[in-house]
């Protein structure tokens, strides 16, 4: 018999921003809320079964509008017994968290945007990553 393979190929239409900043994730949540005029909110942790029988649990914050959502992620998993010390992106272990932008409008100006990440006192560091350049760009898809 036969053998078929099914293959799915995902849109990732959103842009990723990974940050820099040594501060727990409610503080730089509350930051980003006042300085940007946004509303992230704590939502369930994000969890990720892998084959192994592994679990990656990642701290998620979330901004739904009308036309664009925005993610707070951590990279590193929570602190669990029963969770193995992994990242959410592991090609890019030296970034803490990453800012997931899902955007409609034609309207958004993605490069002010990222300036007022940066001018953010507790951000050391913001840049744009390229998607399509990750391995574990699926981890992504949720």
Do not use: C, H
Not at 2 to 7: D, P, T, V, Y
Not at 37 to 55: C, H, P, Q, T, V
Not at 56 to 75: K, M
């Amino acid at each position: 018999m036969a053998k078929k393979k099914l293959q799915v190929t995902y849109d990732y239409d959103f842009t990723l921003l990974a940050l820099n900043a040594n501060v727990k994730p409610y503080r730089l949540a509350w930051s980003i809320n006042k300085d940007l005029k946004l509303n992230l909110s704590k939502s369930d942790n994000i969890e990720i079964d892998f084959k192994s029988g592994r679990e990656l649990n990642v701290v998620n914050y979330i901004d739904v509008g009308e036309y664009r959502t925005i993610r707070l992620l951590r990279n590193r998993a929570e602190e669990s017994e029963e969770q193995f010390d992994a990242f959410l992106i592991p090609e890019l272990k030296n970034f803490d968290y990453f800012l997931l932008l899902e955007n409609e409008s034609n309207t958004f100006d993605e490069n002010a945007f990222i300036s007022k990440i940066k001018e953010i006192p507790f951000v050391q560091f913001a840049t744009k990553v390229a998607t399509e350049a990750l391995k574990s760009r699926d981890n992504l898809i949720f």
